[in-house]
């Protein structure tokens, strides 16, 4: 272990998974059943009582007192904000929303149509989801990069109305959040947090909107909340701590994989930071550097207690075995540091954001180069992927049969009813085929006339 016990190093054995090895990568769910009776309450109050419950919750949560008619903030706020940040942070800013937008832009998904012959046509439309809710936390930390990642796949989907609500504490103060509300044209900014502005936006109340999904990160009432209300709206994902796993061979750096490491792990106490690595030496110099860059960050007390939790350097025989790792842990974030990357790239089946050589750090995707990095967690990369524009548009497909080409097909048809034995859908086709007006015959158990009655 290094200086503390701040990480551990351990042998991997293929033959069965480690004990310390699960704990590392069976990362906690959300089964907090004192938390979400109390979130249900919240929810459901919000949702039978509407601005009465937010004041009252904004008050008790918050230390806020708040009416109605302050919901929302003035636009003057958000101009002003931009006399109180820097012109370098502006500039990032804006090459950060450029480069986010001309990425999306090529997720853009296209209508069909198919012309079949004799007078049928299958189309399929894409059109936008129309309101969204964006929840922007406080707490521990002020993300604006979270806003612009959020924001920026739906603006570029073409949502028409994004809905804003972030605490009146913290994010509603911070010039840098508000500045970034106004470079993204984020009007509709509402200071209310926690549960209830999840249960606002699901709702609607007198003063918030009803929107039609969820998106946004938050603590553990702001998750349970949305766990509750989908369904009633459709939600981004439930997300966890925040993962990376860096697979790495004696060809890689040891001061970057450490330096990787410790960024995910201040994130919070509960962040999984995992190398995985085919060489002893790499593993024993990373701890080292480990042990050595901590002390230059503020958050050290964070960041030890997640190494300690949930960090880990696993030593493996292969790159092959590593890779199989890496499918079962299924990471958020996933840095390939080894001689040919690309090689291992393709064996690559379960990863959120995969991060190529040494000079792709998580950081460069977290702010700047382009992809969302709102990812799966917790190792829902086996089964979901990244937020893009194809979460905020929906699909309608659209049938155009002719006469003809219903009385061709309708036996094929009314079959497979009869099948299902569903009278009802057969003899929609029949009248059909019949040309219409035609008088109520009763349909035999193979979808067709019953010629006695006929």
């Given at each position: 272990m290094a200086d503390g016990g701040m990480i551990e190093i351990i042998e991997y054995d293929t033959k069965r998974i480690n004990k310390r090895v699960q704990e590392v990568i069976s990362r906690g769910n959300l089964y907090f059943p004192d938390i979400d009776i109390e979130v249900r309450a919240i929810v459901d109050a919000v949702r039978d009582m509407g601005d009465e419950v937010l004041v009252k919750l904004t008050e008790e949560f918050d230390g806020v007192s708040i009416s109605p008619s302050s919901f929302r903030i003035p636009?003057?706020?958000?101009?002003?904000?931009?006399?109180?940040?820097?012109?370098?942070?502006?500039?990032?800013?804006?090459?950060?929303?450029?480069?986010?937008?001309?990425?999306h832009e090529n997720e853009l998904m296209r209508p069909f149509r198919l012309e079949e012959g004799d007078g049928v046509s299958l189309e399929e439309r894409v059109s936008p989801i129309e309101k969204v809710g964006l929840y922007v936390p406080g707490g521990k930390a002020i993300y604006p990069s979270s806003i612009v990642m959020n924001a920026v796949p739906a603006k570029v989907a073409g949502v028409s109305r994004i809905v804003v609500m972030t605490p009146p504490k913290n994010s509603a103060d911070n010039p840098h959040v508000l500045v970034t509300f106004g470079e993204l044209g984020l009007k509709e900014v509402y200071t209310l947090g926690g549960a209830q502005a999840i249960a606002a936006l699901a709702f609607g109340t007198e003063t918030v909107p009803k929107v039609d999904k969820i998106i946004g990160p938050g603590n553990i009432y702001v998750a349970l909340a949305k766990r509750y209300v989908y369904g009633v709206v459709d939600i981004d994902m439930i997300a966890g701590p925040s993962e990376v796993v860096v697979l790495a061979d004696d060809s890689a750096d040891p001061m970057f994989i450490a330096a990787d490491l410790l960024a995910q792990s201040e994130h919070d106490q509960m962040a999984t930071a995992i190398c995985i690595t085919t060489s002893l030496r790499l593993g024993k110099e990373v701890e080292a550097e480990i042990a050595r860059q901590i002390k230059m960050l503020r958050r050290q007390r964070i960041v030890a207690e997640s190494l300690k939790n949930h960090g880990a350097i696993i030593v493996v025989k292969t790159l092959e075995e590593g890779i199989e790792l890496v499918n079962l842990i299924a990471p958020e974030h996933l840095e390939l540091m080894t001689q040919n990357p690309r090689r291992c790239l393709r064996k690559v089946k379960n990863a959120g954001a995969i991060f190529l050589g040494a000079y792709s750090p998580v950081p460069v995707g977290d702010y700047l180069a382009g992809p969302s990095h709102v990812l799966p967690t917790g190792g829902t990369a086996r089964y979901s992927s990244p937020l893009s524009v194809y979460d905020f548009v929906k699909r309608s497909s659209i049938i155009e049969y002719s006469k003809g080409k219903i009385q061709k097909k309708g036996t094929l048809i009314r079959r497979l009813a009869s099948v299902e034995g569903l009278e009802g859908h057969a003899r929609a086709i029949e009248v059909r085929e019949k040309g219409g007006s035609s008088p109520d015959l009763p349909v035999d158990a193979n979808g067709g006339l019953n010629e006695k009655s006929a």
């Open positions: 636009p003057s706020t958000i101009e002003a904000a931009y006399e109180k940040v820097d012109a370098e942070f502006l500039l990032a800013l804006q090459e950060s929303i450029q480069n986010i937008t001309k990425y």
